[in-house]
């Protein structure tokens, strides 16, 4: 689009036509009335408050309307007063060609660049076929199942506890996804206009989706030089619901020691594991011990091996530093075509050896440089986030949190494969417009080396797809508006795990609207989303000053909407992380449950039954001591 000019006549296609409805905005912009627009199948039609058309299942209807958040769903006969539908009058035709491809013909000579920007090429969601697209994720983060656990047994979390990247790799996203795409990394970019539901601000987002051209029935993960280093330290022989470092006659709901939950998840590991693959195992407390040589899988007694990790117990130190060393050491010569990869499990509390976070960043990204990448697998309630969190920003580097050794098990069905396997390395984002600037970056771990023109995403890692959505699929920038320009030019730059680059330039116009406005619900989910993050960390981060003896205040963004304070390392503590109880101010326990309201009905709008465990998360702060 990039070379688009007033009073040209382009013409894209997209494959396939689609065999079910288009999104209600689409065909708001096709010019349908409001009586022709047509929802899938067990989707009823409705309109938000400002007007825009929503296709949402029926059980939700009456909630919307419960909320105020919907308008009467029959009987709409004037789009202008209703609707508006924001329609343009321009030339269109779209048909099914004899090779089934969809063909759109605008003419645009009415408009300005801008504009015709403005009226990019329908999104339309992917048809799903048997070989479907697997998608993109960025590494760091891939659950907030710590956040989860402090909360469900009465902690106060770290703010680290939850991030965005995380909090996304809970859910599938619509990415925008139009063209088809052949690359091994394909973005595309979707936006929205929304009110911040306590300041009332018009805000900018715009997300990047992750897309790929990698067939799923294409995937292979490479052969693997495992290196799986335990933490047997006494601290993993508390039970999994408290902290180590809380009065050890302290009542426990959970019989099970984090290092019970700790070896059954290796144990499982163990049965991902190919003829082809070589493992090793060190073990660390004050020191490390070498448990096995990285050897073959081929010749390896498994049901003996799985035993003698069950048998693994804690005692000591934690010398972090010593069993990263170790096992780092264990890699020698490397084969080309393997991937090098140490998963560390851990609950992330040094304190002994290099504990300094500099030194353990070294060690890690020394490792990432030589092709040796990490993955963090975090166990207890205590395990600290602070530490882990800033170590995965490095390339090729993510990290899981054990909640149950049950549901790590099953999560590791679906999941190994792809946390061992990255795919995309130094992607970066350039935009090339005066109009609009960075404010925010969602759903990277990178996000603090943002600028106002540059996007930094160290891995991106294969996710799963369904339904034409992708798991943890998008990146949310947020704009900041500084002219009146509203045309978007994006270049990306990317580098694959075979060392190839790639990239693409594209064109992106975000229209004038004066009401909320989502492109798609992948975008809208985002929104949500990212601002669900903000006021959690605004929360966490106020309630521990309030701990350490400064005056609890109304909160800033009742004023200056959802944002994240500026803190000067008091919330992090000591690596050993001694707990903190759960409280909720009556400031902010009305903020939950205002923002509750908002959430409940934005949720039923997009219609994601996931989205409920935040909604249970939002209910019990609101009640908290109230």
């Given at each position: 689009?990039?070379?688009?000019?007033?009073?040209?006549?382009y013409?894209?296609t997209?494959?396939?036509?689609?065999?079910?409805?288009?999104?209600?905005?689409?065909?708001?912009?096709?010019g349908?009335?409001?009586?022709?627009?047509?929802?899938?199948e067990?989707?009823?039609?409705?309109a938000?408050?400002?007007?825009?058309?929503?296709?949402?299942?029926?059980?939700?209807?009456?909630?919307?309307?419960?909320?105020?958040?919907?308008?009467?769903?029959?009987?709409?006969?004037?789009?202008?007063?209703?609707?508006?539908?924001?329609?343009?009058?321009?030339?269109?035709?779209?048909?099914?060609n004899?090779n089934?491809?969809?063909?759109?013909?605008r003419?645009?000579?009415?408009?300005?660049l801008?504009?015709?920007?403005?009226?990019?090429?329908?999104?339309?969601?992917?048809?799903?076929?048997?070989?479907?697209?697997?998608?993109?994720?960025?590494?760091?983060?891939?659950?907030?199942?710590?956040?989860?656990?402090?909360?469900?047994?009465?902690?106060?979390?770290?703010?680290?506890?939850?991030?965005?990247?995380?909090?996304?790799?809970?859910?599938?996203?619509?990415?925008?996804?139009g063209?088809e795409?052949?690359?091994?990394f394909?973005?595309?970019?979707?936006?929205?206009?929304?009110a911040?539901?306590?300041?009332?601000?018009?805000?900018y987002?715009?997300?990047?989706?992750?897309?790929s051209?990698?067939?799923?029935?294409?995937?292979?993960?490479?052969?693997?030089?495992?290196v799986?280093?335990l933490?047997v330290?006494?601290?993993m022989?508390?039970?999994?619901?408290?902290?180590y470092?809380?009065?050890?006659?302290?009542?426990?709901?959970?019989?099970?020691t984090k290092?019970?939950?700790?070896?059954?998840?290796?144990a499982?590991?163990?049965?991902?594991?190919?003829?082809?693959?070589?493992?090793?195992?060190?073990?660390?407390?004050?020191g490390?011990?070498?448990?096995?040589?990285?050897?073959?899988?081929?010749?390896?007694?498994?049901?003996?091996?799985?035993?003698?990790?069950?048998g693994?117990?804690?005692?000591?130190?934690t010398?972090?530093?010593?069993?990263?060393?170790?096992?780092?050491?264990?890699?020698?010569?490397?084969?080309?075509?393997?991937?090098?990869?140490?998963i560390?499990?851990?609950?992330?509390?040094?304190?002994?050896?290099?504990?300094?976070?500099?030194?353990?960043?070294?060690?890690?990204?020394?490792?990432?440089?030589n092709?040796?990448?990490?993955?963090?697998?975090?166990?207890?309630?205590?395990?600290?986030?602070?530490?882990?969190?800033?170590?995965?920003?490095?390339?090729?580097?993510?990290?899981?949190?054990?909640?149950?050794?049950?549901?790590?098990?099953?999560?590791?069905?679906?999941?190994?494969?792809l946390?061992?396997?990255?795919?995309v390395?130094?992607?970066?984002?350039?935009?090339?417009?005066?109009?609009?600037?960075i404010?925010e970056?969602?759903g990277s771990?990178?996000?603090?080396?943002a600028?106002g023109?540059?996007?930094?995403?160290?891995?991106?890692?294969?996710?799963?797809?369904?339904?034409g959505?992708?798991?943890?699929?998008?990146?949310?920038?947020?704009?900041?508006?500084?002219?009146?320009?509203?045309v978007?030019?994006?270049?990306?730059?990317y580098?694959?795990v075979?060392g190839?680059?790639?990239?693409?330039?594209?064109?992106?116009?975000?229209?004038?609207?004066?009401?909320?406005?989502?492109?798609?619900?992948?975008?809208?989910?985002?929104?949500?989303l990212?601002?669900?993050?903000?006021?959690?960390?605004?929360?966490?981060?106020?309630?521990?000053?309030?701990?350490?003896?400064?005056?609890?205040?109304?909160?800033?963004?009742?004023d200056?909407?959802?944002?994240?304070?500026?803190?000067?390392?008091?919330?992090?503590?000591?690596?050993?992380?001694q707990?903190?109880?759960?409280?909720?101010?009556?400031?902010?326990?009305e903020?939950?449950?205002?923002?509750?309201?908002?959430?409940?009905?934005?949720?039923?709008?997009i219609?994601?039954?996931?989205?409920?465990q935040e909604?249970?998360?939002?209910?019990k702060?609101?009640?908290h001591?109230?």
């Amino acid at each position: 689009m990039g070379n688009v000019e007033p009073g040209d006549t382009y013409t894209t296609t997209v494959p396939a036509c689609f065999q079910e409805p288009l999104a209600p905005y689409i065909q708001v912009r096709q010019g349908l009335a409001p009586d022709d627009i047509v929802c899938k199948e067990g989707l009823v039609l409705a309109a938000r408050e400002g007007g825009d058309p929503l296709c949402i299942r029926e059980e939700s209807v009456q909630t919307l309307l419960r909320l105020g958040w919907t308008v009467d769903i029959s009987g709409h006969t004037d789009p202008d007063d209703t609707w508006n539908p924001q329609s343009k009058p321009y030339d269109r035709r779209v048909y099914c060609n004899d090779n089934l491809k969809v063909e759109v013909e605008r003419h645009i000579e009415e408009y300005t660049l801008q504009e015709s920007l403005s009226l990019s090429s329908p999104r339309m969601a992917a048809p799903q076929a048997a070989d479907q697209n697997m998608g993109l994720a960025v590494g760091g983060a891939q659950d907030v199942n710590n956040f989860r656990a402090n909360v469900e047994n009465g902690y106060l979390p770290l703010h680290t506890d939850i991030t965005y990247e995380g909090l996304f790799y809970d859910y599938y996203f619509d990415t925008g996804r139009g063209a088809e795409c052949k690359a091994l990394f394909c973005p595309s970019y979707s936006y929205a206009v929304s009110a911040d539901p306590f300041s009332g601000e018009r805000e900018y987002y715009l997300s990047v989706g992750l897309n790929s051209g990698l067939k799923e029935s294409d995937f292979n993960r490479r052969d693997l030089n495992l290196v799986i280093v335990l933490d047997v330290s006494g601290s993993m022989g508390a039970p999994f619901d408290r902290y180590y470092y809380d009065d050890p006659l302290a009542a426990s709901t959970d019989a099970r020691t984090k290092m019970q939950i700790a070896n059954e998840a290796v144990a499982g590991l163990v049965d991902h594991l190919g003829p082809d693959d070589n493992l090793g195992m060190v073990l660390f407390n004050n020191g490390a011990h070498l448990a096995k040589p990285l050897e073959s899988m081929g010749s390896a007694d498994r049901d003996r091996l799985k035993a003698n990790i069950m048998g693994i117990h804690e005692g000591g130190g934690t010398n972090m530093d010593a069993g990263m060393n170790l096992g780092t050491s264990l890699f020698g010569e490397t084969a080309d075509g393997y991937e090098n990869r140490i998963i560390f499990l851990t609950d992330a509390m040094p304190n002994l050896g290099d504990i300094s976070r500099a030194g353990l960043f070294k060690t890690v990204s020394d490792n990432s440089e030589n092709g040796i990448h990490t993955t963090f697998i975090g166990v207890g309630v205590d395990f600290n986030t602070g530490l882990v969190e800033a170590l995965t920003k490095i390339r090729g580097a993510n990290y899981y949190s054990v909640h149950s050794a049950e549901e790590f098990k099953n999560r590791m069905v679906d999941e190994f494969e792809l946390m061992v396997t990255p795919l995309v390395f130094d992607l970066e984002l350039n935009l090339e417009a005066d109009g609009y600037e960075i404010e925010e970056v969602y759903g990277s771990p990178e996000a603090d080396q943002a600028t106002g023109e540059i996007m930094r995403v160290s891995t991106l890692f294969p996710s799963r797809t369904e339904d034409g959505q992708t798991r943890g699929g998008i990146i949310l920038l947020k704009l900041e508006r500084v002219s009146d320009d509203a045309v978007l030019v994006l270049s990306t730059t990317y580098e694959s795990v075979d060392g190839e680059t790639g990239g693409v330039r594209m064109a992106v116009g975000i229209g004038p609207h004066d009401r909320d406005y989502y492109e798609n619900t992948g975008v809208w989910k985002g929104v949500l989303l990212a601002r669900y993050a903000d006021l959690m960390k605004a929360w966490i981060l106020d309630e521990r000053a309030a701990l350490a003896g400064a005056p609890v205040v109304r909160p800033s963004f009742y004023d200056d909407g959802i944002h994240v304070p500026d803190h000067d390392g008091w919330a992090l503590g000591q690596w050993e992380r001694q707990s903190a109880p759960l409280q909720v101010s009556d400031h902010h326990r009305e903020a939950f449950s205002e923002f509750h309201g908002y959430f409940g009905a934005e949720a039923a709008a997009i219609g994601d039954e996931a989205l409920r465990q935040e909604l249970e998360v939002l209910a019990k702060l609101a009640d908290h001591g109230g």
